[in-house]
């Protein structure tokens, strides 16, 4: 089995929300002999997916994440910067409105949407880092640099194609940038992204400025109702904030 099958199996069944699931299912299926036990664990599992799920709960995680402020561009309008690096974020596979052709999803486009608006803000080049998990698939950096140049009219300098996680993104844009001499960048990915993005890329040897976009924390919360209802909606944002936290300890542990 492809070792990022594997990976991404593992990460579904300790995080929300199959985690909890499987937390409820074990109790009841081998804890039965020990009702105290198999009481803590249900009520663990389904508390904690409760609290994921409320506002504020994401918002406090996202809090800890977000904590590279937007460019300043009067702090960084003398700086010698050599290009702008956006980090892909999967695929959307075989749309039917394009042909068939994948593309990039959302959360893809507003990375590509800042990297092109940082382009004509600084014509600095732009580089496109994303592979493929299968081989029979269209690696993200070239889907990547296709929307940049026909929606955004915007052309990447380089492409790069082979990585799968966001310590290849780093690892291999060093390997296809280092003959250009390419040092100094502009890094483009989420807010709460960041700190793992930065991380990898400054342990692969760039000097690297944080270029966040689309901050989930850049309004106060706390001050609605609706702040401490649960929704859908906060249970994802809290398990992409519990998959940074967890992915950066796990960098800074096996790096080597």
Do not use: C
């Not at 929300?16 to 664990?41: S, Y």
């Not at 599992?45 to 995680?61: G, I, K, N, Q, R």
């Not at 400054?202 to 001050?223: C, H, I, L, M, Y």
């Amino acid at each position: 089995m492809d070792e990022m099958l594997i990976r991404a199996i593992l990460k579904a069944m300790v995080m929300p929300p199959l985690g909890n699931i499987l937390g409820v299912v074990f109790a009841l299926l081998f804890l039965r002999r020990h009702p105290v036990l198999k009481t803590l664990l249900i009520s663990f599992s389904l508390l904690t997916l409760l609290l994921l799920s409320v506002p504020m709960v994401s918002y406090t995680l996202g809090k800890q994440l977000e904590r590279y402020p937007a460019l300043d561009w009067q702090s960084i309008k003398d700086e010698d910067y050599q290009a702008i690096v956006v980090l892909g974020s999967g695929r959307y596979r075989a749309a039917p409105e394009y042909g068939g052709q994948d593309t990039a999803k959302p959360m893809g486009l507003v990375r590509l949407r800042y990297g092109a608006y940082l382009h004509r803000k600084t014509g600095l080049p732009l580089l496109v880092t994303g592979g493929a998990w299968l081989d029979d698939f269209v690696p993200e950096a070239e889907f990547m640099a296709r929307v940049l140049e026909e929606e955004f009219l915007v052309k990447a300098t380089w492409q790069e194609p082979r990585s799968r996680t966001t310590w290849e993104n780093a690892k291999y844009s060093r390997e296809l940038t280092g003959s250009d001499g390419v040092q100094k960048i502009l890094l483009v990915t989420h807010a709460w992204h960041m700190p793992r993005a930065l991380y990898s890329f400054e342990r692969a040897g760039f000097d690297v400025t944080a270029a966040p976009t689309q901050f989930k924390t850049s309004n106060p919360a706390g001050g609605l109702v609706g702040d401490y209802i649960p929704n859908v909606s906060s249970l994802q944002d809290s398990t992409w904030m519990l998959h940074e936290m967890l992915g950066l300890l796990w960098y800074r542990m096996t790096a080597d």
